[in-house]
């Protein structure tokens, strides 16, 4: 890929760790420790390990969950994975449908020319993405422990000590809490988890009916028509999805039995169909909360440990995993050294609006999914009004969140959105960010990227299809910069990128 067009260089080798004294007893074996191996763990440490940053990611249970819940990879998360050159790997997995019918379940036609590549939704095993992204991270170096639970932390100036369940001791610069919902790292930072606990609670298992097929569709169709939060899906092997609304609100902890199951699928449909020989079940509910701060010093906290709302619209695995990919190369500039002074702090400054706006449409939408009659009516007048195409398509962007514009000062409408994967002369553009660099795309032919080259590329492309002279776009693809002023330049790379190697 080196040419005189292109021009990028390796990221230079690991400098050692500063050590924190030499009475200290905990040395600095790792940069970061990440706790949780979910989908958000797996994502930061991949992102980590492309700038040789050294991670440990630490899994409190021992092996994978043993059912299978099929999540949906909306546009954002699909870009994302092609920008690190995933995304044919992910795509084996995944069926794809239309970007459509995602807004409180709402059934519309996708609108035409999304402005994606990739536009359409893909759904996929939740343990076969958990593996990919794993698989990915240790690919790349990580090193990835089960079994290991965090029970308490202290931090300094310098780093953060761990304590594990099993009273063992690590030591590492910084802490990343991607422990879930019930984060410990987030209890243990003494962070406020502000917002309202669940009202309503939605009981999902995967099982095998005893009636015909038919039956089951005709009274599917005929209770969906009011109620949202209900269906039996043929999943495959004979068995069936089955979601159906909770009688209350229980222990999340514990797992609903398939009594439960059975006298909730009377009571709604009039029948249980015979539900039978569960594979797994399970219990959400719509609680809807967000972390007063996503750092605390040398503790971060991202995906669910920052956020957690109603699975309606699919959002959640998504929002976690562009965190992580917000997030990886900031912590890698902080670590390696180069990072502007205030980058880290904008991880919480451009994230948590986004996870706020999320909480907020997936209320919307649990509103919209109530059987009374006041949104009932709600429904019907937005189901009247997404005909028109710009109110679908607003939803169906802010959903599949290619809307998110981080605030980057004044400037053209692109500055702080994502640029789509338009055409090069190298290929994509997206392929040119599988090593998580910036990169100047630059029409002039007259720009350089200078002392910026150990983390910036350059690609001069005059037939590039952009409507602007040239851009700077960020590791994460958010357009930093539009112009073709040098020195205008120069001021965005410092911003971004910290001071010149030379």
């Not at 002039?444 to 700077?472: I, K, N």
Request: with cysteine; hydrophobic share 40%; proline share 7%.
């Amino acid at each position: 890929m080196n040419s005189p067009q292109f021009t990028a260089e390796p990221s230079p080798s690991p400098s050692p760790s500063p050590s924190l004294s030499d009475a200290d007893p905990y040395p600095v074996p790792y940069d970061v420790i990440i706790a949780g191996c979910g989908p958000t763990g797996a994502m930061l440490a991949a992102e980590l390990r492309l700038h040789d940053v050294r991670v440990l990611v630490l899994e409190k249970e021992t092996e994978p969950a043993p059912f299978v819940r099929i999540v949906g990879l909306h546009i954002r998360s699909l870009e994302l994975m092609a920008m690190r050159g995933l995304l044919d790997r992910v795509l084996e997995h995944g069926r794809r449908r239309p970007a459509a019918g995602f807004f409180a379940g709402i059934s519309k036609p996708a609108p035409e020319g999304l402005d994606s590549a990739h536009a359409y939704l893909l759904g996929i095993p939740h343990p076969v993405i958990v593996r990919l992204l794993e698989e990915r991270a240790v690919q790349l170096g990580a090193q990835v422990r089960r079994g290991c639970a965090v029970a308490g932390f202290e931090q300094d100036d310098e780093g953060v000590t761990v304590d594990l369940a099993d009273g063992e001791r690590l030591r590492a610069r910084y802490l990343v809490g991607c422990d879930g919902g019930r984060s410990a790292v987030r209890k243990l930072l003494g962070v406020g988890f502000p917002g309202e606990p669940s009202r309503t609670e939605t009981l999902m298992g995967e099982m095998e009916v005893g009636v015909p097929q038919e039956e089951v569709a005709a009274k599917v169709a005929e209770i969906g028509e009011t109620n949202k939060r209900f269906w039996l899906r043929p999943f495959g092997g004979g068995a069936y999805s089955v979601v159906v609304p909770a009688a209350g609100v229980g222990d999340r902890a514990e797992p609903p039995t398939l009594q439960d199951f059975k006298q909730q699928l009377r009571a709604i449909a009039g029948t249980d169909f015979g539900v039978h020989s569960p594979r797994w079940l399970s219990r959400f509910g719509d609680a809807t909360r967000l972390a007063e701060r996503y750092r605390v010093g040398r503790v971060l906290l991202a995906g669910d440990a920052a956020h957690i709302h109603p699975p309606t619209g699919g959002q959640g695995l998504n929002l976690g995993v562009q965190d992580a990919f917000n997030l990886g190369w900031k912590l890698a500039a902080q670590i390696r050294g180069w990072a502007p002074e205030t980058l880290l702090d904008t991880y919480q400054t451009e994230r948590r609006p986004v996870a706020e706006n999320v909480l907020d449409n997936t209320r919307a939408q649990m509103e919209l999914h109530s059987t009374e009659p006041g949104p009932q009516a709600l429904r019907r007048l937005l189901t009247e009004l997404m005909d028109i195409d710009e109110v679908n398509r607003r939803l169906i962007e802010k959903i599949a969140a290619i809307d998110i514009r981080y605030d980057f000062g004044d400037g053209p409408d692109l500055l702080g959105r994502r640029l789509r994967d338009i055409e090069v002369k190298q290929g994509h553009l997206y392929g040119l960010l599988h090593r998580g660099r910036g990169l100047l795309l630059d029409r002039t032919a007259r720009l350089t990227v200078g002392g910026w080259s150990d983390r910036v590329d350059h690609l001069a492309d005059p037939t590039a299809v952009l409507d602007v002279p040239c851009v700077l776009l960020r590791p994460d693809g958010h357009v930093a910069w539009i112009g073709d002023d040098q020195q205008d330049l120069d001021a965005h790379l410092s911003r971004w990128f910290g001071k010149p190697a030379n």
